[in-house]
């Protein structure tokens, strides 16, 4: 062999781009968000997402209430992310408004989507509604999805720019389904406007790491773990410029002082039950966690509606007129 440097040196490269190079393609699937104007959006893509997915067994009243948002006028809003995206976001007036409800849609969801089973019930319940599109999704910019890390920020702003724009000084409340949950619980470990007098998640993960996990080992069957997501850590760093572990609700569970409703589906095969029950445990603020026997992920308000709306209508009531001590 006439230059054995330069034989191991691109053995040693080829070796190295080929221990990445899935890491790479997990990556791309997960977390950028390609946006060619040609997909279908909120179309679940993989089989637990088409499982789990409220269209599954409840497609009738999925699409009225899809349809019911769509019909509504509803103003649009715009802010600029902390990274300098622009955000969008509807906004429904009721007429006579007791509250708003910023609503925060799932991963490459939609507002009128995943809420669309709900939405109608807050209106008729007097609740300004104030639709986000997350980061990548809808008319807000973006190109990667960051499970919680960026969105948490923009959950936040959005809090402030609905503080300012509340001359009846109603209570505000964050409402997350699935990624926007878990968005919403990582937002309240800073400090959010006082009117924020309650969060309602609904199926939240615990952590982007912890997510990945799960979906790598019972989606994709998928060993040595560890080694996926370093690999994955070290795309969402170079390309995205985010580390996973900003995406956790660990210390916000520690230090909100935030009211919580926590539901969850006991048949949820996408995010876990044990995410809810982990953050109802860890949580030190006032909290109460409906776990649905036979719902699956974000299925809770169609399996038991009484329960699901009457467990609202409840938190609204018992909150309304306290502050949050933070």
């Known amino acids: 062999m006439k230059h054995p440097v330069l034989f191991y040196t691109g053995a040693s490269v080829a070796g ?23 997909e279908k ?19 009738k ?6 349809a019911w948002c769509a019909a509504q006028p509803m103003e649009s809003f715009y802010i600029r992310s902390v990274d300098g995206l622009l955000l969008h976001a509807s906004f429904f007036k009721a007429t006579d408004a007791e509250r708003i409800v910023i609503l925060c849609h799932g991963y490459k969801g939609s507002g009128f989507g995943d809420f669309a089973n709900i939405a109608r019930f807050l209106h008729e319940q007097n609740c300004d509604l104030l639709f986000i599109d997350e980061r990548c999704c809808g008319k807000s910019e973006g190109e ?19 503080e300012h ?28 406007p006082e009117n924020v007098r309650g969060l309602i998640a609904d199926c ?15 989606w994709f069957h998928i060993h040595w773990i560890g080694l996926m997501l370093f690999r994955m850590e070290f795309f969402c760093n170079l390309l ?26 006991k048949k949820d095969t996408y995010v876990s039950p044990v995410n809810s ?33 009457k467990k609202l209508l409840q938190f609204f009531h018992d909150t309304a007129a306290t502050g949050q001590g933070n």
């Open 16 to 38: 190295i781009m080929g221990f990445f190079s899935f890491g790479r393609s997990f990556f791309e699937m997960m977390v950028h968000r390609k946006r060619t104007g040609k």
């Open 41 to 59: 959006k909120s179309e679940p893509k993989f089989r637990h997402m088409r499982i789990n997915h409220p269209k599954n067994g409840f497609e």
């Open 61 to 66: 009243e999925y699409e009225a209430g899809k």
């Open 144 to 162: 990667y999805i960051t499970f919680g890390a960026r969105e948490k920020y923009d959950i936040r702003s959005w809090a402030y720019f609905m």
């Open 165 to 192: 724009h509340n001359p009846e000084n109603l209570p505000i409340y964050l409402y997350g389904q699935s990624m926007g949950a878990a968005s919403l619980l990582m937002a309240s470990e800073y400090r959010l």
């Open 204 to 218: 939240g993960f615990r952590s982007m790491k912890a997510q990945m996990q799960d979906m790598a080992a019972s």
């Open 240 to 265: 995205a410029g985010f580390s996973m572990k900003e995406a956790s609700t660990a210390k916000a569970m520690r230090t909100n002082k935030i009211p919580v409703l926590f539901f969850h589906g």
């Open 277 to 309: 029950i982990y953050h109802y445990t860890s949580c030190r603020a006032k909290k109460e966690l409906i776990l649905v026997a036979k719902a699956r992920h974000l299925c809770s308000n169609y399996v038991s509606p009484e329960l699901y709306r």
